[in-house]
């Protein structure tokens, strides 16, 4: 029995999906390999993690550096009793296959453990009801591919789960002089009945705050987790002034509306361009959702 739990699949869906973007097109898409750690008890396997350890071309992956794959397991791991299991990678849009180099690569991490597996994920084959990846081992006599069974530590609505979706660049920039129209490179995202946009600004009067807001349009039941990097760019007489990394920020929300307001302030002449990118959504139904427990402190 080989058991996943349902954050380890996210992870290695995400790094998935951040390297074969289904918004983007086919010829950018990489497949993506991780190592997967875990636990043998008896006959059988609990993953632990899947670790990120490279990408490739859409049509071939290898470990080529052992050392460098090895040093990312910390003692601790190891001394938890964490070893590794097999490899995953992806097929983006190939289809759930072992090709003849995953053969070899495969025969390679039986040869360190005979339980070791491969995983191969396609993310474009996720249904409501089925993971899109299967588990496979070589036979050591026929050198054929065979599949595994598998299952998780939690039940997943995989269609769900693949709604982790990443996005192109979102900006939206505020003129230089008064009057002068919003510049929007970008400011609307549609993933089917899923709308995510920048909204604004308020009216501007300078040295005084107005205001963009971040609104997400959902399916009736769905709660949402985004997650995006949000840059600031000033600029005076459209030369860049400075650039303000604020980082990676999360929104969760149970319905549709805004998410998050940015406020800024600026001068006459000035500039300013807000940048939010690596965008990733991940929509659940309200079922799915673990209420957080409420507790009152009282003085
Ligand atoms: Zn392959």
């Not at 002089?177 to 600004?201: F, H, N, Y």
């Not at 990097?229 to 303000?244: D, G, L």
Request: aromatic content about 12%.
């Amino acid at each position: 029995m080989i058991e996943i739990p349902k954050r380890i699949y996210e992870k290695f869906l995400r790094f998935a999906l951040e390297n074969a973007n289904p918004l983007k097109s086919r010829k950018s898409w990489k497949e993506c390999i991780g190592l997967v750690l875990g636990r043998i008890s008896d006959d059988n396997l609990f993953v632990t993690d899947i670790i990120p350890i490279g990408t490739g071309s859409s049509v071939f992956v290898d470990i080529t550096d052992y050392e460098k794959v090895f040093s990312l397991i910390s003692f601790e791991r190891i001394d938890k009793g964490e070893v590794i299991i097999g490899w995953a990678h992806t097929h983006p849009g190939l289809g759930l296959f072992f090709s003849g180099t995953d053969i070899n690569t495969q025969l390679s991490y039986q040869g360190m453990h005979p339980k070791s597996f491969g995983l191969v994920l396609d993310p474009t084959q996720i249904q409501s009801d089925f993971s899109g990846f299967n588990i496979y081992r070589v036979s050591e006599t026929t050198k054929r591919p065979y599949t595994v069974e598998y299952n998780f530590d939690e039940p997943i609505n995989f269609e769900k789960v693949n709604n982790l979706l990443k996005s192109e660049l979102f900006d939206i920039k505020v003129p230089l002089a008064e009057l002068e129209p919003v510049i929007i490179s970008k400011s609307e995202i549609e993933w089917g009945e899923i709308i995510l946009k920048l909204v604004g600004p308020s009216e501007i009067k300078y040295r005084k705050r107005f205001f963009i807001y971040l609104e997400l349009q959902l399916p009736y039941r769905q709660y949402a987790r985004i997650d995006y990097q949000q840059n600031v760019h000033r600029f005076k007489n459209n030369e860049a002034r400075s650039t303000n990394e604020e980082n990676y920020f999360f929104h969760e929300t149970l319905s549709s509306g805004t998410l998050a307001i940015f406020s800024y302030t600026i001068d006459k002449d000035e500039q300013i361009k807000l940048v939010l990118n690596d965008i990733s959504i991940t929509i659940y139904s309200q079922e799915m959702r673990k209420l957080p427990q409420l507790s009152y402190e009282i003085k």
